[in-house]
């Protein structure tokens, strides 16, 4: 047995992926491979907090990928701090067996601010002007500094956008490779999320998402080359864990479009496009993949009723949650919505509020991970004015002899950011499109069918009970390790 563990969370990895990855595929042959059932929400944030403590939402609280304050009247989308998990994760276990237990967390979410002796994350810094500076939240504080002048700045505009990319994954990995050098850690957990990108742009058997399985798998190599020499020549534990799989998908449903048509959804105009009118809407949903959460103001038992019925038997929508049915998935917890909306496989759901594209706000046509009330993966595409417009700028620097890079186009470079967008009374220039059917891959469903499950893989045997394993079991599989 490895005194070392390495759990990797590699989103979107499917059992027949790992034939076209020769690193990873001889990592599987030594050991063992089952399949990976996530609990529901099947999406980021929910899969990690039950991969990490072992639990369901109504334990550790994450409902999806972002929350809503009622007492506030505040979405919060991706950047909420680790106290938002309710249950002891891996390194506090870890520390209650042994504070000398050392663990390090590379990139997963809701990192910050957790039990964890070693942390990196990004964190940008947002400028009084509006602008954002490269920066990522790390444990020691010092670290980032030593990161930046070693590896250069974590390349944020390929961590999502129309130009993600692998340098976003590569550049995790290198990270993770300067920590372990440094500080040994006996549990590291690493977040590499490149096969989401193609997978749900252009589905997740497209051409380009093959493409994606040999660029991660060379970074993987890597990886394991880099830890085999930080131990001294010893492999360690390599637990390597996909969160959900990717599933084709051909149709959308916009909840808050329904809910507005009703009388339900109320906006606010400002200079730049229609905004939610959170405090005036009699219910909204924030949407999340395959899934919704709908807020009914003051909880009102007729209303929740109205809304449950408006989207019963409605096209792509599989399952409406109500009240006690939000047991069925462990989601009854005092953050889930009022109303739950699931999505069938083949569909998936946007934020949409907008009825006119010529009303939509400013941030929409912008990588703005969080204004929208919701996810949006339309933020991987460019529109056609911008495509063109790049394409003309592509032509002319060639003539100069130069070459233009993917982040001058308008809201795709650093200063749009994850976080990005025109300031107040200002039209963005063209950048994100308006089209939700551009979107061909999604995944947040119950994982009630095999090609909606991922792979789970152990580089030794002995590790995996079954030839099933559940997300929420992954804890304990790390835990046994270190006799807990």
């Known amino acids: 047995m490895s005194d070392q563990v390495v759990l990797l969370s590699i989103p979107g990895l499917r059992a027949r992926d790992i034939a076209a990855m ?43 990928n972002g929350f809503y304050y009622r007492d506030k009247r505040e979405i919060e989308m991706w950047t909420a701090w680790n106290e938002c998990i309710e249950r002891p994760q891996i390194w ?5 067996r042994d ?4 663990s390090a967390v590379w990139f997963p979410l809701h990192s910050k601010g957790c039990g964890a002796d070693y942390i990196c994350t990004p964190a940008p810094i947002h400028n009084p002007d509006g602008s954002e500076s490269l920066w990522c939240y790390t444990k020691p504080a010092e670290l980032y500094g030593e ?99 990717i599933v084709p998908v051909d149709h959308v449903t916009y909840p808050n479009r329904v809910l507005r048509e009703a009388g339900l959804l109320a ?6 496009g229609e905004h939610l009118d959170l405090a005036a809407s009699a219910a909204w949903a924030l949407v999340d993949h395959q899934l919704s959460h709908i807020f009914v103001r003051d909880q009102d038992p007729q209303t929740i009723a109205r809304v449950a019925d408006l989207f019963r038997g409605r096209q792509g929508i599989d399952e409406v949650l109500t009240g006690d049915d939000k047991q069925r998935y462990g989601l009854d917890h005092d953050r889930a919505g009022e109303v739950v909306l699931i999505s069938s496989p083949n569909s998936w759901q946007a934020y949409y509020y907008w009825l006119d594209d010529a009303q939509a706000p400013a941030f929409a046509r912008t990588v703005d991970i969080h204004q929208k009330p919701g996810y949006d993966p339309v933020e ?44 107040p009374g200002m039209r963005p220039a063209p950048g994100i499109p308006l089209d939700a059917t551009l979107v061909r891959g999604s995944h947040g469903a119950p994982a009630r069918e095999e090609f909606q499950r991922g792979v789970i893989i152990s580089s030794e045997r002995g590790v995996l009970v079954g030839n099933a394993i ?15």
């Open 99 to 102: 504070p000398g237990i050392t």
């Open 267 to 272: 906006v606010e105009k400002r200079d730049d």
């Open 92 to 96: 506090d276990l870890l520390h209650e």
């Open 380 to 423: 991987m595409f460019l529109d056609a004015a911008t495509l063109k417009m790049m394409a003309a700028l592509a032509a002319k620097m060639k003539e100069a002899g130069s070459a233009p890079t993917a982040g001058a186009a308008p809201g795709a470079g650093p200063a749009a950011g994850p976080t990005g967008g025109a300031g």
């Open 470 to 484: 559940a997300d929420t079991d992954v804890c304990d599989l790390v835990l046994r390790q270190y006799g807990i």
């Open 147 to 245: 990161l930046r002048d070693a590896l250069g700045h974590f390349p944020l505009q390929h961590f999502w956008g129309p130009i993600a990319n692998i340098k976003s994954s590569a550049w995790i990995v290198d990270s993770a490779l300067h920590a372990a050098r440094a500080y040994k850690p006996d549990f590291f957990y690493i977040y590499l999320p490149h096969l989401d990108y193609a997978a749900q742009k252009t589905g997740p058997d497209s051409p380009e998402a093959q493409q994606a399985l040999a660029a991660l798998d060379e970074v993987l190599g890597r990886l394991f080359t880099g830890l085999r020499e930080v131990y001294a020549g010893r492999d360690p534990l390599y637990l390597v864990a996909s969160e959900y799989a």
């Open 22 to 64: 020769p690193n990873l595929a001889r990592l599987a042959s030594q050991g063992e491979e089952a399949t990976l059932v996530p609990s529901f929400p099947c999406v980021t944030c929910p899969v990690q907090a039950a991969m990490t403590t072992g639990a369901l939402p109504n334990e550790h609280g994450v409902i999806a």
